[in-house]
């Protein structure tokens, strides 16, 4: 009497096949990973130097932000010294003009 065992049998050169299908994957998987690492290191150092222009650029806008308040201060000083120079001539011209005014009808009076 032959034993029939139940089941299925599988050959030796399934399980090779079924085993070169999984290298042959494996070896896929690990190109696209290693593609996928590239692009990350890429992403990572734009990422860096994405983040220093930011610094760069603040940078930048605090600088002329300081720029901008020494020259609105530089002109501020510049007006007041304008008024100053305005009223300080005023001021020296007042006592010719009454001198003036005051000769003339000095002189109109005799």
Same mark, same amino acid.
């Given at each position: 009497m032959t034993r029939e065992t139940p089941g299925v049998m599988i050959t030796l050169r399934e399980i090779y096949d +079924? /085993?070169? *299908? /999984? *290298? =042959? +994957? @494996?070896?896929?998987?690990e190109g696209k990973l290693l593609h996928l690492e590239e692009k990350s290191l890429l992403a990572v150092k734009a990422d860096e130097r994405s983040q =220093?222009? @930011?610094d760069m650029a603040k940078e930048a806008y605090k600088l002329a932000k300081e720029s901008n308040e020494a020259i609105e201060s530089y002109q501020q000083t510049k007006e007041e010294q304008k008024q100053w120079y305005s009223r300080t001539i005023i001021a020296a011209v007042i006592p010719y003009i009454i001198s003036a005014i005051l000769g003339l009808l000095y002189i109109l009076g005799n």
């Open positions: +079924s /085993v070169q *299908g /999984v *290298g =042959d +994957s @494996l070896e896929r998987m =220093d222009a @930011l």
